[in-house]
Nanobody, 123 residues
Framework: VQLQASGGGWVQAGGSLRLSCAAS????????IGWFRQAPGKEREFVAF????????YYADSVKGRFTISRDNAKSTGYLQMNSLKPEDTAVYYC?????????????????WGQGTQVTVSS
């Protein structure tokens, strides 16, 4: 499995970005994916989760109502739509493949990671 995150960039507070996670290797529709982020000097934290068929999603409280996770299995791509961005959303964002069949919010429960994409939100 290979995952490649893209779509990051610089945006002013209140703006939007859409991240993509392009997958290759094992059939994309056979595993759940998650998005995480890591700010300088901080631990990697969970952002959002989506099940393999897209029927189940879960969000960190800090992004609920502002971020939307989705996936297109035909394109082997996952997405994270980020709206109403805040300076505290600034981080490197990673997509990852889950090892479980249920919601997973802990990084060690994911076994393949994309390289990360930088998101910077200015005030």
């Amino acid at each position: 499995v290979q995952l490649q995150a893209s779509g990051g960039g610089w945006v002013q507070a209140g703006g939007s970005l859409r991240l993509s996670c392009a997958a290759s290797g094992r059939t994309f529709s056979t595993y759940d994916i998650g998005w995480f982020r890591q700010a300088p000097g901080k631990e990697r934290e969970f952002v959002a989760f989506i099940s393999r068929d897209g029927s189940s999603t879960y969000y960190a409280d800090s992004v609920k109502g502002r971020f939307t996770i989705s996936r297109d299995n035909a394109k082997s791509t996952g997405y994270l739509q980020m709206n109403s961005l805040k300076p505290e959303d600034t981080a490197v964002y990673y997509c990852a493949k889950s090892t479980l069949l249920v919601v997973a919010t802990i990084p060690r429960l994911y076994d393949y990671w994309g390289q990360g994409t930088q998101v910077t939100v200015s005030s």
